[in-house]
């Protein structure tokens, strides 16, 4: 089953990646600082090999989130991002490095790895039809269902009122959507 990187998991294998990484951004080699100035220079999990569901940690930095975020249109990043996932596949105790700590992860409960989840899986969703495939518009209740279905698939858990929940804060006045009514409908589309 496929499925995000867990609260757990993060809470886990960050102590390894910063040291592996000596604080430092995988991209821009910028120190990563406890209280970030904006929400672009948090310290966020890199995919090495852009795949949000492979979770081993051999496929795992860490970067800001603005860093992280333009890989996808940097060629330089990319190539980055191919040498440590080179670089720790060829490494042998590249694991070792990762999951070694010298205290236990706190304990999170699996409700929190869930509501993250559903996070991902509802902003994913939208993203990938109003911004990837540039749909004009999306209708608001057949979204909810179709995210609730996915969360269902990949989680065993969810709901459309749980959608709901995520697609407004989705459309809320400082995210990248908005809602807009048309004849009694509600409809997603992209922020101008």
């Avoid at 990319?78 to 720790?88: F, G, K």
């Avoid at 909810?144 to 709901?159: F, R, W």
Wanted: hydrophobic share 30%.
């Amino acid at each position: 089953m496929q499925r995000y990187l867990t609260t757990s998991e993060k809470d886990r294998y960050k102590p390894g990646l910063l040291k592996k990484q000596d604080g430092k951004c995988l991209f821009c080699k910028d120190p990563f600082v406890s209280t970030p100035a904006n929400n672009s220079m948090h310290t966020t999990y890199e995919h090495l090999d852009g795949n949000t569901f492979n979770n081993d940690p051999t496929n795992l930095a860490l970067a800001h989130k603005h860093c992280n975020n333009e890989k996808k249109h940097n060629s330089d990043y990319q190539i980055i991002a191919r040498q440590q996932l080179q670089e720790n596949h060829n490494s042998a105790d590249s694991l070792d490095v990762h999951v070694r700590q010298t205290h236990e992860p706190k304990e999170t409960s699996k409700q929190i790895d869930i509501n993250v989840a559903f996070y991902h899986i509802t902003k994913q969703f939208v993203n990938d039809r109003l911004l990837r495939q540039a749909l004009p518009e999306i209708h608001f209740n057949d979204t909810a269902e179709s995210v609730a279905y996915l969360m269902k698939e990949q989680t065993n858990h969810g709901s459309s009122a749980t959608a709901k929940r995520y697609l407004n804060e989705l459309t809320s006045s400082v995210a990248p959507f908005d809602r807009v009514e048309r004849g009694g409908i509600w409809y997603i589309i992209k922020r101008q």
